[in-house]
């Protein structure tokens, strides 16, 4: 069986590596100068590749806090064919060895570089047969009477064709995998950047570099806990990217910068505003809580609170500490808009999964077109689950395209 992938990313190599392990001939062409451009610099240059979340035995369909999101029953079919346990295994196999992180149960790599891991994909590929052509616009895609051709500087053909080529992208004088899609007859969702800041124009601006753990949560109390950074555009860090698949413009989030304080705070607040009275009155009130919150977020919330920098602490009373307590555990932030797709880790939306055959990821609509990866419509949260969906539904687009 002759195969062609287009796209040459973590779905794509594992496409082709598992055609080429059932015997197929297969060309990768990618677009890109290089192989698995966006692999090498996943998880912040770690490449955190899969979860504890997808062990055996976990109904993705049922469970409470989902993490890919995308048809239930097509998504669990698709882990189920290649789940955790095969993925392991399979990089033990290719010489990349791994360790689950405890906190969250992400996996990674014993280097800590993803670029091991796309390194290994490649070298195994190459070693199986695999053909990688870098710098490979695909031009044109023609369906043939033995199956394609696909047009980039010259003419490639096949029997099968996989399309793994990811997320929105730019592209000048060529076709995306979307159009590809489109043009035999597949539905496209709306595209819409994931896993990314957000762009607000408020006040907090002004505390741009700070970092701090707080609780963000939605109008629809969708709710996300961990490091939040503050930037001169808006918010960034992996609450906000995991949030940020619901997140529209003119929507409010609330930040929590106190989620371990209780809302009920009478006790905290008597104690504190104690220690200002009989430690502290000299000083300003903005400088005896400085040792609590970083000065930058502090001088916000003054602002926010209409609380001046150079009130004393004996003319600080319980009433203004209550306020300043309640803007600190309610910030309301309006969203301007998603950062865009050159921002984004993922591209939420995609080809539609009610015409992907769930037990080979081939087309409905035009027999011997496979589809896997984030060309598809599934999106998951940071830890490692859309690499899992990369690996899942590329093994199984490289298998059945080779029978």
């Excluded at 592209?171 to 990314?196: C, N, W």
Aim: net charge neutral.
């Amino acid at each position: 069986m002759n195969v062609i992938v287009i796209g040459a990313g973590a779905s794509g190599l594992m496409a082709a590596i598992s055609a080429a392990e059932e015997g197929a001939s297969v060309v990768v062409l990618e677009q890109q100068e290089k192989a698995g451009k966006k692999l090498s610099i996943t998880g912040n240059g770690k490449c955190n590749l899969s979860n504890v979340y997808f062990r055996r035995n976990q109904n993705i369909s049922n469970n409470d806090r989902k993490k890919l999101f995308g048809n239930p029953d097509v998504i669990q079919t698709v882990l189920d064919s290649f789940g955790l346990e095969e993925t392991l295994e399979f990089f033990k196999k290719i010489g990349v060895l791994t360790y689950c992180e405890k906190n969250y149960g992400g996996y990674y790599p014993y280097s800590n570089q993803a670029v091991s891991v796309t390194n290994a994909l490649i070298q195994y590929a190459q070693q199986l047969g695999v053909i990688i052509k870098n710098n490979n616009t695909v031009k044109q895609v023609q369906k043939t009477k033995d199956g394609f051709a696909v047009l980039t500087g010259v003419l490639h053909e096949c029997q099968r064709l996989i399309i793994a080529s990811g997320g929105h992208y730019e592209i000048a004088d060529g076709m995306t995998g979307y159009d590809i899609a489109r043009q035999f007859g597949h539905t496209v969702s709306e595209l819409k950047p994931a896993l990314t800041g957000i762009v607000a124009k408020d006040r907090l601006n002004k505390a741009a570099g700070v970092r701090i753990q707080a609780l963000v949560q939605t109008e629809s109390l969708l709710a996300e806990r961990g490091e939040v950074q503050i930037t001169g555009y808006g918010l960034s860090g992996i609450p906000i990217f995991n949030l940020s698949r619901n997140l529209d413009p003119g929507q409010t989030i609330f930040l929590d910068f106190a989620p371990d304080l209780s809302e009920d705070a009478d006790n905290f607040l008597g104690e504190l505003d104690y220690n200002i009275k009989t430690y502290n009155k000299q000083r300003t009130l903005f400088k005896t809580l400085s040792g609590m919150f970083d000065e930058k977020l502090l001088g916000v919330l003054f602002e926010e609170a209409e609380i001046p920098k150079n009130l004393l602490g004996a003319d600080s009373t319980i009433e203004l500490l209550r306020k300043l307590f309640s803007i600190l555990k309610h910030y309301p932030v309006r969203v301007e808009q998603r950062r865009n797709f050159s921002q984004a880790q993922i591209t939420q939306g995609g080809v539609l999964l009610d015409d992907i055959d769930k037990t080979s990821m081939q087309s409905k609509l035009c027999p011997g077109i496979y589809f896997c990866g984030e060309i598809l419509d599934v999106d998951g949260l940071c830890g490692g689950y859309n690499l899992q969906w990369a690996w899942s539904s590329g093994h199984l687009a490289g298998k059945n395209s080779s029978q």
